[in-house]
Structures are given as structure tokens and as C-alpha cells.
């Protein structure tokens, strides 16, 4: 890994703006396999426009896949730097730079990269999964009760029907739902189908599927066969349907308060 770590990074004004620098480095295209092939990765930085006030370094990963991490398109239509535009905007810095967000972005790296949505309609895939990545970091980090989140949040959105609009269908992405109603459907799943069984899902997905596309019923017939439930009833209950998935879906285990 040495050479990858070490490598002399060669920074330059970029082509789309001076006051930001670019350079490309070297990484491995699978770090399970540093002596295999190699790919460069354009990256940008940007020095901290108040240095007394600097606090760190912050990396940035726009998402993707496929789209630029040095450049997005501006309110003009031009060509803008990515981190510029996106964090010199304090408002937003304290809405998006939490570290939530932080957690949720990270986790795409499994949900989402190692394993790309088929189609915009199999959004659950990668943002359900990295939506509740943030719950599963609370409860290891921090000990929060999964169980008592979950009832909350039930009894906070019970006669929202916006709120519980179907993750997923053929035709339509999901849009927020999978960021709201996601988690809860993944922990009701867990619940559902016992931890064992649950940790071996969200373990084995991006392994087994690893470099591959998915589409979210791909998904469904994975956790199927992982569990060896007949998921049916309780899938469609939280992912095709609109509305709060009747009582004995809303309550595997022991979840019912
Ligand atoms: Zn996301």
C-alpha cells in the first residue's frame, strides 16, 4: 500500500477555477488487491478561506456513481467547483455536516457503490440501507434503544399518509420516503426476520452482489433466502404499499409497545 500512501501529489490551479487546486493520484481499483489494477482518481482541494478559524480537514465525496467529485453545474448553468459551491454556505453546512450525514454517505460505499441501484425506482436499495446505517451506528456508538426510536417514530407519523408512501413500485422512484419510512421498514425486517439473520442480510449483500447492479426485488428474494421466511405479506406491506402496514407487520418480535 506504500506507494498508493506515499505517492508525490502533483497540485495545480484547476482548468474550471484558479482558486481551487486539482491533481490525480493513484489508487487500486480493488484495495483487496493492491498489486492488481490501477486506476487515477481526479481530486480538488481548497484551502480554508479564514485559517484562524480552521478546524480540520474535511474530505468530501459528492456520491455517484458517475458524476464528477470536482465539478457540478452552478444556479447559472456554468461550471462550478463542487466543494466551493456546496460548502461555503453555512446554513446548509449545518443542516447537511453532521455527522449522520457523514455515516449515511459512508455506508453508500457498500449500499450503493459496491452494489449500484438497476434503476432510480431501486433508490430502497442504496438509500433505505444507508438511511438506516445511521441507526445502527447510534445503537453500537451510542446504546440507543432501537426498539423505543422505532415506536416514536410510528406514533409520531401513524396519521401522516404522506409520510408511509410505498418504497418501492416499477414505475416511480420512491423519492424521501426511503430516507423516513426506510429506516423503520429495515428495522421492522430485522425484528422479523431475528438478528442473526438480519446481520447476515446487510453483511453478505454487498459481497455476494459486489461490482454488480440490483434492482430492489433482487433484494427482497436475497433477504428471503437468507432468512428462509416467506417474506410475502411483509414486504408488501412495508415496500409496495402506501399506508401503515397493518398490525402484524408494524410489530414483529417484539415490538409491539
Ligand atoms: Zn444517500
Not at 442480510?201 to 459481497?207: A, D, H, R, S, V
Request: proline letters at 6%; hydrophobic letters at 30%.
Amino acid at each position: 500500500m506504500r506507494e498508493f500512501h506515499e505517492q508525490e501529489v502533483r497540485w495545480s490551479a484547476c482548468e474550471f477555477d484558479a482558486a481551487v487546486e486539482c491533481a490525480t493520484i493513484k489508487v487500486p481499483l480493488d484495495y483487496a488487491d493492491p498489486d492488481g489494477r490501477r486506476i487515477s482518481i481526479a481530486v480538488s482541494r481548497q484551502p480554508a478561506a479564514d485559517p484562524a478559524s480552521r478546524r480540520g480537514v474535511l474530505l468530501a465525496n459528492p456520491g455517484g456513481p458517475g458524476g464528477s467529485g470536482l465539478t457540478t453545474t452552478g444556479a447559472d448553468g456554468t461550471e462550478v467547483s463542487w466543494p466551493k459551491d456546496r460548502f461555503r454556505d453555512t446554513e446548509l453546512n449545518e443542516h447537511y455536516m453532521t455527522l449522520d450525514v457523514v455515516v449515511h454517505e459512508q455506508s453508500h460505499e457498500w449500499y450503493g457503490n459496491a452494489v449500484a441501484d438497476d434503476g432510480e425506482v431501486d433508490s430502497c436499495l442504496s438509500e433505505c440501507l444507508a438511511s438506516y446505517a445511521t441507526w445502527l451506528w447510534d445503537e453500537e456508538k451510542d446504546g440507543v434503544d432501537l426498539d423505543s426510536r422505532y415506536r416514536e417514530q410510528v406514533k409520531e407519523h401513524k396519521d401522516d399518509t404522506d409520510w408511509w408512501q410505498r418504497l418501492y413500485r416499477p414505475d416511480k422512484p420512491p423519492g424521501i420516503s426511503t430516507y423516513n419510512k426506510g429506516p423503520l421498514a429495515l428495522h421492522a425486517l430485522r425484528r422479523q426476520v431475528g438478528e442473526s439473520a438480519f446481520h447476515r442480510i446487510i453483511k453478505e449483500w454487498p459481497q455476494t452482489r459486489r461490482g454488480t447492479y440490483a434492482s430492489w426485488p433482487d433484494f427482497e428474494s436475497f433477504a428471503e433466502k437468507i432468512s428462509g421466511q416467506d417474506l410475502g405479506g411483509f414486504l408488501t406491506a412495508w415496500f409496495h404499499d402506501d399506508g401503515v402496514p397493518e398490525d402484524a407487520y408494524l410489530w414483529p418480535g417484539d415490538l409491539k409497545p
